[in-house]
Nanobody, 122 residues
Framework: QVQLQESGGGLVQAGGSLRLSCAAS????????VAWFRQSPGKERLFVST????????DYADNVKGRFTISRDTAENTVYLQMNSLKPEDTAVYYC???????????????WGQGTQVTVSS
């Protein structure tokens, strides 16, 4: 079992930055790929970014590429999502998830955090 806890969300003006953290604990937590998804009210959950267990592979949704950076500290079992040049359309609840492979599909991730709210004002 792996437990995930997100933090770092908040309110920021357009053009600003936030860094989200996803702290993993539990058995073999460091061996999983970790992804970020986001969901806005009334909309489906969408892929944002993912990173492999050793940080060697990462992937981004097209609409965040060049603005968001995913990284992981394997010693601390924490994955970060640095979000720059934020836009109002980035407003959502952001979830981190852990799974065996860094895919874009949410159903392939077995463990999920509770989410953290990101609100970008115009």
């Amino acid at each position: 079992q792996v437990q995930l806890q997100e933090s770092g969300g908040g309110l920021v003006q357009a053009g600003g930055s936030l860094r989200l953290s996803c702290a993993a604990s539990g058995r073999s937590a460091s061996g999983y790929a970790v992804a970020w998804f986001r969901q806005s009210p009334g909309k489906e959950r969408l892929f944002v970014s993912t990173i492999s267990w050793n940080g060697g592979t990462s992937d981004y949704a097209d609409n965040v590429k060049g603005r968001f950076t995913i990284s992981r500290d394997t010693a601390e079992n924490t994955v970060y999502l640095q979000m720059n040049s934020l836009k109002p359309e980035d407003t959502a609840v952001y979830y981190c998830a852990a799974g065996p492979t860094p895919y874009r599909t949410d159903t392939l991730y077995h463990y999920w955090g509770q989410g953290t709210q990101v609100t970008v004002s115009s």
